[in-house]
């Protein structure tokens, strides 16, 4: 909070003609701005569209037309005058003038007018008048006090743990939301129980559902056992406590991300879910095709917005280059926000991004410095076969010991993980159309009834690989030499 007041405060001393706040936080907004104006001692106009011009919450008859509003505020020297909803008015010519003709004089006056929107819609002929600064959402000290103040006025003695969890819970929530929030689990008669935790779930998946971009995933329940890429899985567990104070205090960065690319099927999306479940991390999930089919640069500030509010978070990219091919290549000014953002962030945002097609992909994207890593993804080898089969027996009540899986590895060559997945689902599907117990010819049967994506594929999956060859790690260790070496001593 003090940081967003100290900005806010530097332009108004500064002299700069118009701001342009971009938020929901309509009140916590006006009270950042009624202490600001009062400690600069200058007077506060406010105008809406409903009520019309208020100067220190004294009501101005006759303003509710914002071009008189205007022609009263500019009377004023020394003042601030925040419009509400502003930017509907800007569409009038005439008053899009007044504004204009303002500008050059509000400097040497020291007035300020402060644009409150939920939304950033600026018309060319302002874009280098306004200052427009995105406000953050509560942070964790803000949310710290609330809950304080709540847990005192209530008699609440919350375990120091129990209470990290609630304030780490509700980051990424407007003001009012937590507000509404923690009445919800007072009502409840729960007085912020273990499990009032999952209230707090309810109420993001809720807010994040109101982004089109933005979905939240709940990985309480999601299974972290996955086959395979033995390499990528050590890389994440040596990174697993990188957000503590302690990896800072023995000089190690924060961890900016991870590159996903290969195969369709094979296990890439659901690493990013493993990744925020191992990690105890809230997932975002952004879907790049829907950004880039409308307002992509608003979309992408309001993608970091929240993921940003919610850090320590992980943000999964799933399919990165559907939007950028979709678009030409990527919009150039939107690309440059992502760049910059993964470049420079310093909040704890881990972003897993995958790709099927990274030749499509700008090279900047992949250049070292944005991703901490680049690991190819190909098919499953003969090992993760087995260890994939296994998995999805047993998560179907399965003794894997009872099938002749070696059998079965044979005949599933050139399958991705989720085409044995489906191997294992069809051959129960066999086995119940009998009224009998699932065998291994159910699943020799099935594995022979399904076509790999990989054999129409062959020719483009050459090239990725042979593309993948220098410029990525492998996410399974290299078994042929073992491999060989075990076959040698055998013989």
């Known amino acids: 909070m003090q940081d967003l007041i100290h900005d806010i405060q530097m332009h108004i001393r500064a002299r700069y003609p118009i701001l342009y706040l971009v938020s929901h936080e309509e009140e916590r907004l006006w009270k950042i701005l009624k202490h600001l104006s009062a400690q600069e001692k200058l007077p506060l106009f406010s105008w809406k569209r409903t009520e019309g011009l208020q100067r220190n919450d004294s009501l101005i008859e006759g303003t509710t037309d914002p071009t008189i509003g205007l022609q009263y505020f500019a009377q004023e020297a020394n003042s601030i005058c925040v419009l509400w909803d502003f930017h509907i008015e800007l569409k009038n ?12 004089q509000m400097g040497k006056r020291g007035q300020t007018i402060v644009l409150i929107a939920p939304k950033l819609v600026l018309p060319d002929e302002l874009e280098k008048s306004v200052t427009v600064l995105d406000i953050p959402l509560p942070t964790r000290e803000e949310v710290d006090r609330l ?7 209530q008699n609440i ?4 743990s129990l209470k990290e969890r609630f304030i780490r819970g509700s980051l990424g929530l407007t003001e009012q939301e937590i507000k509404r929030l923690y009445s919800r689990i007072l009502i409840s008669g729960q007085r912020f129980s273990e499990a009032d935790l999952s209230l707090q779930i309810e109420e993001k998946r809720r ?5 089109q971009f933005l979905e939240f995933w709940d990985t309480r329940d999601l299974p972290i056992d996955i086959g395979g890429m033995d390499t990528l899985k050590k890389w994440l567990d040596q ?8 990896a800072r205090a023995f000089g190690l960065p924060q961890p900016k991300g991870l590159f996903l690319l290969g195969v369709q099927g094979c296990g890439k ?15 975002l999930g952004l879907d790049m ?17 929240i993921a940003e509010s919610l850090a320590p978070a992980v943000l999964w990219i799933d399919e990165l280059e559907k939007g950028f091919v979709q ?3 990527g919009n150039v000014d939107a690309l440059g926000i992502f760049l910059t953002w993964m470049q420079e962030k310093t909040k704890p945002i881990f972003v897993v991004a995958t790709a099927n097609d990274v030749r499509s992909l700008p090279p900047e994207l992949l250049r070292k410095g944005r991703f901490d890593e680049i690991f190819f993804v190909d098919l499953p080898d003969v090992h993760e076969r087995l260890e994939i089969l296994d998995i999805h027996l047993r998560r179907r009540s399965r003794n894997p010991e009872d099938f002749d899986l070696t059998l079965l590895v044979e005949e599933t060559e050139m399958f991705s993980g989720a085409e044995l997945e489906q191997v294992i689902i069809s051959g129960l599907f066999h086995a119940f159309s009998e009224s009998r117990e699932l065998d291994i010819t159910d699943l020799v049967e099935s594995s022979r009834e399904i076509v790999p994506l990989a054999y129409t594929m062959d020719d483009q999956l050459k090239d990725l690989r042979e593309w993948a060859r220098p410029r990525a790690r492998r996410a399974t260790a290299d078994r042929r030499r073992v491999d060989f070496f075990l076959d040698w001593e055998v013989l």
């Open 157 to 160: 003695e919350l375990e120091t």
């Open 327 to 329: 678009s030409g290549g």
């Open 289 to 305: 095709s829907v950004l880039f089919r409308s307002s992509v640069e608003e979309g992408l500030r309001e993608t970091i917005r």
């Open 207 to 211: 807010m994040i559902r109101k982004s």
């Open 147 to 153: 809950l304080s103040v709540l847990c005192s006025a």
């Open 93 to 104: 010519s005439t008053v899009l003038r007044w504004i204009r003709d303002l500008c050059t």
């Open 269 to 283: 999306s659901l690493m990013a879910k493993v990744v925020a479940k191992k990690w105890n991390l809230p997932l």
């Open 239 to 246: 990174r697993q406590n990188a957000f503590s104070k302690e």
